[in-house]
């Protein structure tokens, strides 16, 4: 279901009054995705984690503390558009963007969040949006769509934050793949024009058990099979993207990343935070693939070489996430 108001979610959009010139090329747009780990405000509103509330001791002070990490992060990419998982609501984007990003360009913010949940989905960005949806989907958080006119371009992207796999990968996966049907079909009425996929989609396509998960490489010898039941097919290679799967740098060996993953659960480095991309990101035609990298600069990192998760107890660190960037270049006509 596509709508531009639901009355189970929350969606906002603001303009604020502050912008300079971007510190980079103007043929080059930059794409930047986070899970920023339950960022949330300092306002009680009943719907919070426990551990985020003034008896556990979250307060303005730590609030504030997490902005000015976070705008560090941002800052440091200088992302022309940024979606973030995570965080409680436009509260935190417009906190960010007053106190921490106020000269940074950025006029443009907004979230959706399902009814009674705690986190949302936010994005800010330099470039006005010139459409914006939300869409359901069955047993999950919605997806936040933002669509862009980038120099007569047309960019639809499609921001996520799926159900994570703790309690149980096979009692949630039903769930990542209702996304995944989403996701699918809102892609094959975008099919004229560039559309790209991301955020946390709690699913690396490379470390599955062989059952049928929300993403599916087409390497796997099950690709057919479950790509028509429903999973996102995902390549690895440039010279083959079809108009039903998306391409992800983040499994493609000839794309040099800085480290082996963005996440790092029990030992093991993952990539679960992604941004995909359809097949005009090689067509030639408008807006093409550029780059794409895992940020891991110093700051995100703790001294063990891993992320730096936020701690509540110690108001220190940052995410237990890192930040994906994926630039596009505007060829002209």
């Not at 080059?28 to 919070?48: A, C, F, H, P, R």
Request: charged share 25%.
């Amino acid at each position: 279901m596509k709508n531009k108001i639901c009355l189970i979610l929350i969606i906002t959009l603001y303009l604020t009054s502050c912008s300079i010139q971007l510190d980079k090329p103007s043929n080059i747009i930059s794409i930047m995705s986070w899970n920023v780990d339950n960022l949330m405000d300092d306002q009680l509103d009943g719907t919070e984690y426990i551990e985020y509330t003034p008896s556990k001791g979250w307060d303005s002070v730590a609030y504030h503390r997490r902005l000015k990490n976070a705008a560090a992060v941002i800052k440091k990419d200088k992302a022309d558009i940024v979606f973030l998982q995570e965080i409680e609501n436009s509260n935190v984007l417009k906190d960010l963007l007053s106190s921490y990003l106020k000269r940074e360009g950025y006029k443009y913010y907004g979230s959706i969040k399902n009814k009674d949940s705690a986190i949302a989905i936010g994005f800010i960005s330099k470039i006005k949006p010139k459409d914006i949806f939300v869409h359901s989907v069955v047993d999950n958080r919605s997806v936040l769509e933002v669509d862009f006119d980038i120099k007569g371009n047309e960019l639809t992207i499609f921001a996520v934050h799926a159900k994570s796999k703790y309690g149980g990968e096979a009692s949630s996966e039903k769930d990542r793949i209702n996304l995944s049907k989403v996701l699918k079909s809102e892609m094959e009425k975008k099919d004229d024009h560039l559309v790209i996929m991301c955020g946390d989609f709690n699913e690396d396509p490379t470390q599955n058990n062989n059952e049928m998960n929300s993403l599916i490489l087409e390497s796997d010898k099950n690709y057919r099979v479950y790509s028509k039941k429903g999973s996102l097919g995902i390549s690895t290679n440039k010279d083959c993207i079809f108009k039903s799967m998306m391409y992800s740098p983040s499994f493609d060996d000839s794309v040099k990343k800085s480290t082996k993953g963005s996440y790092f659960y029990n030992g093991t480095w993952s990539n679960i935070d992604l941004i995909l991309g359809s097949y005009h990101l090689f067509d030639g035609v408008g807006l093409e693939y550029h780059s794409f990298d895992i940020d891991n600069n110093k700051f995100l990192l703790s001294s063990s070489g891993i992320p730096n998760k936020w701690e509540v107890k110690g108001l220190c660190g940052i995410s237990d996430h890192l930040p994906v960037v994926m630039k596009l270049m505007i060829l002209e006509p």
